[in-house]
């Protein structure tokens, strides 16, 4: 089979450096990349460096007659099976959502059925500015993947969101988005095609009164991940999320909910399942009777919650008769991780418990560094970011059920 080709449109910020290292990471992957290099880009980079990196032309401008004769506009975007705009600069992403077409990148970028990766770069509040989020939410609706920036101190001296992932991450997402089952080439099948795989993730909120609550620190990073990397396997997934900060990831059908007692009960809606994974930190307890109004300071005696135990969804699953034929836990530990997991697996029913030392900052972090459980043994992982984990869980779990 052919390998994937890439059309990597580089546009103009300081972060198009990293767009060379990215070249590399590509060819050493296999795949063949051509580049579109915009006027901004070319302020950073010079076309011989992309052309050298790429062993292939690097186009420029609409107007290379030469070109338009040769290799058009639309034959570049139609010979790639993805078009990776990075980075993407707050100009382009505005280009883009509008529909603008006034140069060779923007014009590819309009005249294309191919699947677009973004991979935005710019200032902290060109990024936060509600015109750059107007857009992106734009692009996103129209179908275009628009990776999230890190976080962290950038060239202009500011701090935030905004800066380039790392080349590594970017390979991932291109990885990621070539693999969606929408994108497959015909007669392709993918490892979890026709399973139906069902998520929980992030943290519950059980009221205390109509404006408190009670909650942890889980993000939903890792349990998100896995949903998008169960999708890009081909899986039918299903992820019933708690309150987190979140986009949904490609192809996966999210049901949202506050509490435990709603996390149960979406969770029995969504059965039957072939697979599922229970990452959701779910509230132990919740309280007892919450209050209908805000509860006040009286000055006087200090108010006492009364705890209610909230249902184990995990383990109801287990003994549930449409109990998944693979049934996975995460336990989130902070001291003798393997043991208490090994107790977790026997008493929850469940078949495998992914066990993580949650004593450092992985609640709410981007790794994280896990341990599997089953009933034949333990296998360590080191430390990777969530979407690695999510990945090579995956993998595992489409080896266990084939
Ligand atoms: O008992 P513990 O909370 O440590 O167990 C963790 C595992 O059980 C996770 O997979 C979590 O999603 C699941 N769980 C659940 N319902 C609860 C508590 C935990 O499904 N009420």
């Not at 290099?37 to 290379?64: C, H, K, R, Y």
């Not at 707050?90 to 309009?110: E, H, N, P, W, Y």
């Not at 992820?239 to 490609?250: E, F, K, R």
């Amino acid at each position: 089979m052919k390998p994937p080709h890439i059309l990597l449109i580089v546009g103009g910020g300081i972060a198009a450096y990293k767009a060379c290292e990215l070249i590399r990471l590509i060819r050493k992957a296999g795949m063949t990349v051509r580049c579109v290099l915009t006027d901004g880009g070319a302020q950073f980079i010079t076309p011989m460096t992309l052309a050298a990196l790429s062993e292939n032309e690097v186009f420029t401008t609409l107007w290379d007659l030469k070109n338009e004769t040769e290799m058009g506009h639309i034959q570049l975007s139609r010979e790639a099976d993805l078009i990776v705009v990075c980075p993407a600069t707050a100009d382009l992403l505005a280009k883009m959502a509008a529909g603008i077409s006034d140069s060779l990148a923007t014009t590819v970028l309009l005249a294309t059925d191919t699947p677009v990766l973004a991979v935005p770069a710019m200032n902290v509040r060109m990024w936060q500015h509600a015109a750059t989020q107007r857009n992106v939410a734009q692009l996103r609706g129209d179908g275009v993947t628009v990776v999230d920036p890190d976080d962290g101190a950038m060239a202009c001296g500011e701090y935030g969101p905004g800066r380039l992932p790392e080349p590594v991450a970017i390979m991932g997402e291109i990885e990621a988005t070539l693999a969606l089952p929408s994108r497959m080439h015909p007669g392709q099948t993918l490892p979890l095609s026709g399973k139906r795989v069902l998520i929980t993730a992030g943290p519950t909120h059980e009221p205390i009164d109509p404006v408190r609550f009670i909650a942890n620190r889980s993000s939903g990073r890792q349990g998100f991940a896995i949903a998008e990397a169960a999708a890009a396997m081909g899986a039918d997934v299903q992820l019933i999320a708690g309150p987190v900060h979140l986009s949904t990831p490609p192809g996966v059908k999210r049901t949202d909910v506050e509490t435990a007692r709603e996390m149960a009960a979406a969770v029995d809606a969504a059965l039957p399942a072939d697979i599922a994974i229970m990452v959701a930190a779910v509230a132990d307890w919740r309280t007892a009777d919450a209050a209908d109004q805000k509860i006040k300071k009286t000055g006087g005696a200090l108010p006492v919650l009364h705890l209610a135990e909230n249902p184990d969804i995990l383990a109801g699953l287990a003994r549930d008769a449409r109990r998944p034929a693979l049934l996975v836990g995460f336990a989130a530990e902070t001291e003798n991780v393997i043991d208490h997991a090994r107790a977790k697996l026997a008493r929850k029913g469940c078949d495998w418990i992914v066990a993580n030392d949650v004593s450092g900052d992985v609640m709410g972090g981007t790794e994280n560094a896990v341990h599997i459980v089953t009933a034949q043994g333990v296998e360590s992982w080191s430390n990777l970011p969530k979407d690695q984990v999510a990945r090579r869980l995956m993998e595992k779990i489409a080896d266990a059920v084939r």
